[in-house]
Nanobody, 120 residues
Framework: QLQLAESGGGLVQPGNSLTLSCVATGRIFSSYNMGWFRQAPGKERELIAGIDWSGRHTWYGDSVKGRFTVSRDNAKDTVLLQMKRLKPEDSGIYYC?????????????WGQGTQVTVSS
């Protein structure tokens, strides 16, 4: 399976932007649907964005729709999450994940995560 490594997290003020990156190694990246999950303190990890293997189709959870954009570059084995108009409730650990099923289900492999804190 893929090995996934996220980067780009940090402390950001409300209303600002941040872009997360996930680099994949080990298998054929373009064979996998990819997703971004978020785990807030005391809450379960939830899928917030997904992208199909081709990059032509995306899905967003209601909490991030219109503010976050997921994209991928299969030539660079990379998936990005561009986050705009960040809110304190966007804080948490962000994980990228891979699925051999669909972009909204079947995720069975996660990276180590990167912390995002939205605070003034």
């Amino acid at each position: 399976q893929l090995q996934l490594a996220e980067s780009g997290g940090g402390l950001v003020q409300p209303g600002n932007s941040l872009t997360l990156s996930c680099v994949a190694t080990g298998r054929i990246f373009s064979s996998y649907n990819m997703g971004w999950f978020r785990q807030a303190p005391g809450k379960e990890r939830e899928l917030i964005a997904g992208i199909d293997w081709s990059g032509r189709h995306t899905w967003y959870g209601d909490s991030v729709k219109g503010r976050f954009t997921v994209s991928r570059d299969n030539a660079k084995d990379t998936v990005l999450l561009q986050m705009k108009r960040l809110k304190p409730e966007d804080s948490g650990i962000y994980y990228c994940a891979s699925s051999g099923a669909t972009m909204t289900s079947g995720y069975d492999n996660w990276g180590q995560g990167t912390q995002v804190t939205v605070s003034s």
